[in-house]
């Protein structure tokens, strides 16, 4: 029954050893969120796809990437992963970005950069 | 810019009442949310309100909103081990395509 799926639950990588997260939905949603959440911190917003329009954060570091092929799916690519980029990476989808459409997280990708 | 505040502890006894609070800075905000989120878990959503509603009760879950002070709060009542979690308070702006803004959560404990 899970909404939205994300890949892998847990992702260990090397020093600037590029990787890829994956995100899916089977809500049909609109718009899918990408958010880093570090230990004890609450989650930050890295970017957001309204349809195929990219949206970035102002601070979302450089080598922080994203592509949607399609209204399924939603990667998050890091080019070049620094000891600091360990954190919970969460996807979350909403049916469209207005304010009154609540988020739907997946469970997460724990990612472990060595 | 905007913040979100939470204390960060809160331990009960099962079957007492939770109270858990939060303070915002945005006066534009328009939806207050709650997300549970479990060890290793992603983040649940609980239950929302809107910023022209005082109160909102969804079974054991009752959101109290106090705009002129904002202050938001969510009681579990018979709180059980299994509502042990963080619990994130989370805002939205009146502008659509706005981030929600999260607080550091508030973890609750439940013992037995």
């Known amino acids: 029954d899970a909404m939205v799926i994300q890949n892998p639950r847990y992702q260990v990588t090397q020093f600037g050893k590029p990787v890829t997260l994956s995100c899916s939905q089977t809500l049909n949603h609109n718009v899918m969120y990408w958010y880093q959440q570090k230990s004890s911190q609450a989650p930050k917003l890295l970017f957001h796809?309204?349809?195929?329009?990219?949206?970035n954060e102002a601070d979302t570091p450089d080598n922080f990437q994203s592509r949607r092929p399609n209204t399924s799916f939603c990667f998050l690519d890091i080019r070049s992963p620094g000891l600091g980029d360990t954190a919970m990476y969460l996807c979350a989808t909403s049916r469209s970005a207005t304010v009154n459409q609540p988020q739907h997280f997946g469970d997460g990708t724990r990612l472990s950069i060595l | 810019g905007e913040d979100v505040e939470q204390s960060l502890f809160l331990s009960v006894r099962e079957g007492d009442s939770s109270v858990i609070n939060c303070t915002y800075t945005d006066s534009s905000s328009t939806y207050l949310y709650w997300y549970k989120q479990e060890p290793g878990a992603g983040l649940q959503l609980l239950t929302y309100i809107f910023s022209n509603m005082d109160m909102k009760q969804d079974q054991r879950l009752t959101v109290l909103l106090n705009k002129k002070d904002k202050h938001l709060s969510l009681r579990i009542a018979d709180t059980q081990t299994g509502d042990s979690a963080i619990y994130f308070c989370a805002e939205k702006g009146d502008q659509a395509g706005t981030a929600l803004i999260f607080g550091k959560g508030t973890t609750l404990s439940v013992s037995s």
């Open positions: 796809y309204y349809d195929k329009d990219f949206n």
